[in-house]
């Protein structure tokens, strides 16, 4: 039977684990602290995101109540600009009829004439 069957190791043997026990752990903690980082990261850019979108979300009322606002000002900018042409388009058919009646009058003097 061997050593190991026997379940008994040499003071060298048992070192030799330990060292190699010890470089497992410590590759272990190094991915553990590593991983940490990479978590901590995320975190961070995740937080940054949410600040982000929080932000676009705020720029975007913004831009719809920029966009409200001037929908109702070319409303009435429409508004007034029908107001205007139906002024002019009255004062036109004034100056028409006005036209007319003088034409009509002045063809009215030749024939007295």
């Excluded at 048992?14 to 940490?36: F, T």
């Amino acid at each position: 039977m061997t050593e190991e069957a026997k379940g008994t190791r040499s003071y060298t043997q048992v070192l030799q684990l330990n060292q190699e026990l010890v470089q497992d752990l410590q590759g272990l903690i190094q991915d553990h602290e590593g991983k940490m980082r990479q978590l901590a990261q995320l975190q961070e850019d995740q937080e940054r995101a949410r600040e982000e979108i929080a932000r676009l979300a705020e720029e975007l009322k913004r831009a719809q109540a920029r966009e409200d606002d001037l929908q109702v000002r070319l409303q009435q900018v429409e508004s007034e600009r029908v107001d205007q042409l139906s002024a002019v388009s009255a004062h036109l058919d004034a100056l028409r009829s006005a036209l007319e009646r003088y034409l009509h009058h002045g063809d009215g003097l030749e024939r007295a004439a």
